[in-house]
């Protein structure tokens, strides 16, 4: 595969490092909280082959710096990070379509409700809106545990307790640029996981939206906001190969559902709102 073109957007208090690949409709991949754009390069390459793919580093992991201290993040600001850099991409305007997994499902959700114009096809993968279970406060305080054990043992513990979000397996080791665990642990996870979409917003955009999830990690609770979600949209859950970071480890089942989703979208028979 050729190289991908490398770019940087200013932001308001950070750089954001991207990844475009291919030509074609553009199509935008946002990872999760303590990942970058290396984790999506097989399934780049892949997509490239049809869709103009964009892939970026989160702002304060591996190569888009922070312009200040780190500092906690959240969803809304991520949103408006990619949302200026879709301005930059496709300066025409149009819709755009959108895959997001973990909290960059959470992101792709929220860059839809601020921007309906520019998104056309969205699917959130496993996106850990806990905020929508009924053990909502059990969900968040089991979070303020694993900071809290940050914070008095360091790294190594709490990722051991924040196992147990995978079945007690140890967290997905992923492809990366820069190891984010530290800041993520100390300035993402908790306010992320705070972030509840606006549930009454989506409705209305709900048959643009698909709500995927893994055949592996169905009994994990790191996928019970996903058939949470798909119900309060009213819509099915999407079956992923895997479990909650599949598409690294099955990019080439990836890229077809994917690709299938957004080619159903587009039909003409498709309803959309």
Request: include cysteine; charge should be negative.
């Amino acid at each position: 595969m050729d190289a991908p073109a490398i770019g940087m957007l200013a932001v308001p208090g950070a750089l954001v490092r991207y990844e475009v690949r291919g030509s074609g409709p553009l199509l935008l991949l946002l990872c999760g909280g303590n990942s970058d754009a290396a984790v999506f390069e097989p399934l780049a390459d892949i997509l490239s082959a049809k869709y103009r793919v964009v892939s970026l580093d989160p702002r304060g992991n591996s190569r888009s710096p922070l312009a200040g201290p780190p500092v906690d993040q959240h969803i809304e600001v991520h949103a408006d990070d990619a949302h200026r850099l879709l301005v930059r991409l496709n300066p025409a305007g149009g819709p755009v379509s959108v895959f997001g997994s973990c909290s960059g499902g959470l992101i792709a959700l929220e860059l839809a409700l601020r921007h309906p114009e520019d998104i056309g096809s969205l699917i959130v993968h496993e996106p850990p809106a806990f905020g929508l279970l009924p053990d909502a406060a059990d969900r968040l305080a089991f979070f303020d545990a694993v900071y809290a054990t940050f914070r008095r043992e360091g790294i190594p513990a709490a990722m051991t307790q924040f196992s147990a979000l995978f079945g007690d397996r140890p967290a997905p080791v992923l492809p990366e640029a820069h190891d984010n665990t530290e800041f993520f642990l100390a300035h993402v996870v908790r306010p992320f996981i705070r972030f509840v979409p606006d549930l009454g917003a989506l409705v209305p955009l709900a048959a643009r939206i698909t709500v995927g999830g893994g055949l592996s990690s169905r009994t994990q609770d790191m996928h019970r906001p996903t058939p949470a979600l798909a119900d309060h949209l009213g819509r099915p859950v999407l079956d992923f190969p895997g479990g909650h970071v599949g598409y690294a480890k099955y990019p080439d089942e990836f890229a077809r559902i994917i690709t299938g989703a957004l080619d159903a979208a587009a039909r003409p028979d498709h309803v959309r709102t």
